[in-house]
């Protein structure tokens, strides 16, 4: 559609039923607003709009994509070593609108970050690109290739909602959003969220340097609340599930403790880096490969091989599947429940795992904060006084955990919804204004919009 059409469209039945799901009834004015904005920015003829380049040739046909961030539910750190996680789609997203190149370059514009420029005519890896966005770009492209698409070139007006370090995958969703438009643009639109998913990841751990699983950006890409498993890594077990927490009188929410995460990539990478470690041991790759037991009964040979460090952290990937498990189990039951008192037991039940699986990463994946830095401990503080406002204020119901890598960010909280505003004042009197968001489980993941 033209520019024209897109911002009619706006107004549009179908676009209010679309802005809806994806940001709830509450958020359909502030969503249209910025979509004009986006729309509105890259019809702009002005040289200094893209100031490393011009401002790139844009034709008649534009195109809107999104792409969720996400929210874990389970399995904190268990992804990179075929593990089991809880993950869902959330209402802060990636939202780019496109116009198709003739060429082989992509001019990005992303509100708040430098403008990239990538010439796909080389889709070679470039290690001094590592660490950038072009390198998602040129890396993205790359196994696209691979995979037998032709990629082309296109411009792009984007923004992101996305909270930046803040364990809501702002790099998933970005990584999930490019392949999105890479494949509708040259491909149809065909590919499934999880080959999404697995082009985003290769780009990342290949081109960006980032040894990351792949729970991010399957979340991002799949929409809903979502069980995977990654024992087979080629054809990850990826199933939905309901979860609403809102229709039990709970909100979930993230705390943003405005944490420093400069230097932190060595300590995400002692994580897997670490469980594998244990694997090796035994000459497998991964922790999956390996029973428990058999660690256990070799507890001796590995505290000498790989630390005791090392073993924690195993044992947590074992315990956190487990509990992954259990948490399904709940959730199942809550669906499945024919009464208030059965489905509370089972509310009651999850939210018991969810504090439990916090103490594990706090105590065995030790990922809290990092022990290069002990005197900066925001994610243990914003722990420490979620669980006194939980019992002090609400008898002990809801729960909280660290949320994503770790070490530094935002913690995970489940609470009663008659207390979010005594505890979004409690919290922002420690990390200021805007730290507690409330998420909203939305059921697209990375999509092309089409409203006419």
């Known amino acids: 559609m033209t520019g024209k059409e897109l911002l009619a469209g706006l107004d549009s039945t179908k676009a209010a039923e679309l802005f809806t799901k994806l940001y709830g009834s509450a958020g359909v004015e502030s969503a249209k607003q910025r979509y004009a904005s986006l729309i509105e920015g890259i019809l702009k003829d002005k040289p200094d709009w893209f100031p490393r380049a011009g401002f790139p040739e844009v034709g008649g046909e534009l195109r809107i994509f999104t792409a969720a961030g996400r929210t ?20 802060l997203d990636s939202v780019a609108i496109v116009a198709p190149r003739k060429d082989k370059k992509v001019f990005f514009r992303s509100t708040g970050y430098p403008d990239v420029i ?63 438009i890479f494949d509708c643009l040259y491909a149809s639109g065909k590919r499934t969220a999880l080959e999404i998913a697995q082009i985003g990841q290769k780009a990342e751990n290949s081109y960006f340097g980032k040894p990351c699983g792949l729970m991010d950006q399957t979340a991002c890409a799949s929409g809903g609340a979502v069980a995977i498993d990654f024992g087979d890594p080629k054809n990850p077990l990826v199933r939905q599930i309901d979860f609403d927490l809102a229709a039990e009188g709970f909100a979930l929410c993230v705390v943003d403790t405005h944490g420093n995460h400069a230097d932190l990539t060595p300590d995400y990478a002692a994580i897997p880096g670490e469980m594998k470690a244990v694997a090796a041991h035994f000459g497998k790759a991964v922790l999956r490969e390996v029973d428990e037991e058999t660690v256990l009964a070799h507890a001796s040979e590995i505290r000498k091989a790989a630390g005791d460090r090392a073993l924690l952290r195993a044992l947590h990937f074992y315990s956190e599947n487990r509990k992954v498990d259990a948490m399904l189990q709940a959730l199942e039951g809550m669906k499945a429940a024919s009464d208030g008192n059965a489905k509370k037991s089972a509310l009651e039940t999850f939210l018991n795992l969810v504090n439990k699986s916090g103490d594990s990463s706090w105590e065995l994946l030790q990922n809290v904060y990092s022990p290069k830095n002990p005197g900066e401990q925001g994610v243990s503080l914003a722990l420490a006084l979620t669980r006194d406002f939980l019992e002090r204020s609400c008898k002990g119901s809801g729960a909280c955990r660290v949320h994503g890598g770790g070490f530094a960010g935002t913690i995970q909280v489940y609470l009663p919804l008659d207390a979010l505003e005594d505890y979004r004042r409690r919290i922002e009197t420690f990390f200021g204004p805007k730290s507690v968001t409330v998420l909203r489980i939305r ?5 092309e919009l089409l409203f006419l």
Do not use: C, M, Y
């Open 72 to 91: 874990e539910l389970g399995g904190n750190h268990t992804d990179h070593n075929r593990g089991k996680v809880l993950a869902a789609s959330i209402q």
């Open 118 to 180: 990538v010439d796909l005519s080389d889709l070679s890896l470039n290690e001094k690109e590592k660490g950038t966005t072009e390198a998602l770009v040129r890396g993205i492209a790359a196994e696209l290739t691979a995979r037998g698409t032709p990629v082309g070139g296109f411009t792009v007006n984007a923004a992101s909602t996305v909270l930046p370090g803040s364990g809501l995958s702002s790099s998933a969703s970005v990584e999930v959003l490019f392949g999105r």
């Open 443 to 447: 059921p697209i993941g990375a999509a």
